[in-house]
């Protein structure tokens, strides 16, 4: 069977049951190999909600996630049911967009985790500008029941402190507003990022915006000029290398495509992060070079992620694999994200013998003197588990549950993995 063969099988399987994968490392571990990542999802996402709204505005190297399709998807329908599976950005941007548009009437509803994860924050604010939003089920979380109409209001505060999705949601249907959106942000404002990457890529569509302190202003536009997005590719997807860089001996390679020195995504931060576990990322016509130049330079590694909590996971798992032990802190969203990530984590990173400690917010890692052998990691439905315990097979043999998860966010992820010579068997 050829490779491109073996995988789409693998592929079609894994629609179908649960896929279990037995990871070994490549025979050589020096990695020399150049890969292209699809674009990131939550450019995707953004993208795409401002095209439904300006539909001259046009998008390049969409991603090709689940997530990303399941939006497209969601923004043809205009009565019935929408189901967004696991995807957070789509549950949360959806609820602003039809709330928002008249003539609109569906239930949005997600899977069993989906159904979950809080969207109260983001209900209330849209009923205070004026939206008809009913929960079908358990009050503060989908499914919804969403009549869509004209919002009159141009003026809401909201907690800020619990995802910054609630706030993007809102950002994006903002400009099509008859008077635009003024939010007053309250609490510590999380995952700031993301909502920076909302604003300017309505800047980028010829929207004003403003965000001083905790005020953020963006203007009413009834129309925008032709303007084309190019989506860049995705730094969290982007993360599972720069760990298997980490983990690799001194002198890999890895090149990814397609990056920019300046990133709309707070995840670009990987470049220095992991300067501390010996990768150097230098910059080249839309494509960066991992290269792994030296050991590890600490045996501590202390980090606050509250800009980047999608990372949390990867940046554990490179510590467990170079038996650096870290507190990582910032992490009070990971609790309600695919699966409880913290809780996850400890469990996972605990099958090699680490000792884990968490709270509501950190994680402390205790790496073990040696790793367990014949560990099976359990994924909980969250293609970060996943992803983030791929690149440890450098270190040791491991099995992977519901491998298929990946394709939340990066579909081509195992084909990816055996191409740098991992060896990736169904079991
Ligand atoms: O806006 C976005 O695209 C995202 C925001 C973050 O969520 P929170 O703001 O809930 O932390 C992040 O974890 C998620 O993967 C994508
Ligand atoms: C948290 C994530 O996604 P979402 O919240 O969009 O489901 C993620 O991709 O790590």
């Known amino acids: 069977m050829t490779l491109g063969l073996f995988f789409l099988v693998l592929k079609i399987h894994s629609k179908r049951r649960k896929l279990r994968l037995q990871l070994t490392a490549p025979s050589n571990k020096t990695i020399q190999k150049e890969i292209g990542i699809t674009g990131s999802k939550s450019e995707t996402n953004r993208s795409l909600l401002l095209q439904a709204l300006f539909p001259n505005v046009n998008i390049e190297n969409l991603s090709n996630s689940d997530d990303g399709e399941v939006m497209q998807k969601g923004l043809k329908i205009s009565n019935g049911t929408v189901d967004i599976h696991h995807a ?26 989906m159904q979950e994860r809080p969207i109260k924050v983001l209900v209330e604010a849209l009923q205070a500008l004026g939206a008809d939003i009913q929960y079908e089920k358990e009050e503060g979380y989908p499914p919804l029941k969403i009549s869509g109409k004209k919002l009159e209001k141009c003026q809401v505060s909201l907690p800020a402190n619990i995802s910054s999705q609630y706030i993007s949601a809102l950002l994006l249907i903002a400009p099509s507003l008859e008077n635009g959106l003024e939010l007053d942000l309250i609490g510590k404002i999380t995952s700031v990022p993301y909502i920076k990457m909302t604003l300017a890529l309505l800047e980028q569509i010829g929207v004003d915006t403003s965000f001083e302190g905790n005020k953020i202003k963006v203007e009413s536009k009834a129309s925008v000029a032709d ?49 501390h576990f010996g990768v150097e990322t230098t910059f080249s016509n839309n494509q960066i070079t991992l290269s792994k130049i030296a050991e590890a330079k600490t045996d501590f590694f202390e980090c606050d992620l509250a800009n980047a909590p999608d990372i949390a996971q990867t940046i554990a798992v490179t510590c467990l694999g170079l038996g650096i032990d870290c507190h990582l802190t910032g992490l009070h969203t990971l609790p309600i994200k695919e699966t409880d990530r913290l809780a996850a984590l400890q469990t996972e990173l605990g099958k090699f013998g680490a000792k884990v400690d968490i709270d509501a917010e950190s994680l402390t890692l205790h790496a073990a003197e040696t790793l367990n052998t014949g560990v099976a990691i359990d994924t909980y439905n969250d293609h970060r588990m996943a992803m983030a315990f791929g690149p440890l097979a450098l270190k040791k043999d491991l099995m992977v549950n519901d491998a298929g998860v990946v394709s939340k966010s990066y579909p081509d992820f195992w084909n990816d993995l055996k191409a740098l010579g991992f060896g990736i068997a169904e079991m």
Do not use: H, P
């Open 88 to 113: 957070g950005t789509a549950m949360r941007f959806l609820t602003a967009y039809f709330a928002s548009q008249a003539s609109k009437e569906v239930v949005l509803t997600g899977s069993s985790r």
């Open 227 to 275: 303007t084309t997005l190019v989506v860049e590719s995705d730094w969290s997807s982007a993360s599972y290398f720069y760990s298997i860089a980490a983990l690799s001996e001194v002198g890999s390679e890895i090149k990814l495509s397609s990056y920019k020195e300046s990133s709309l995504q707070g995840d670009s931060v990987l470049a220095k992060i992991y300067t």
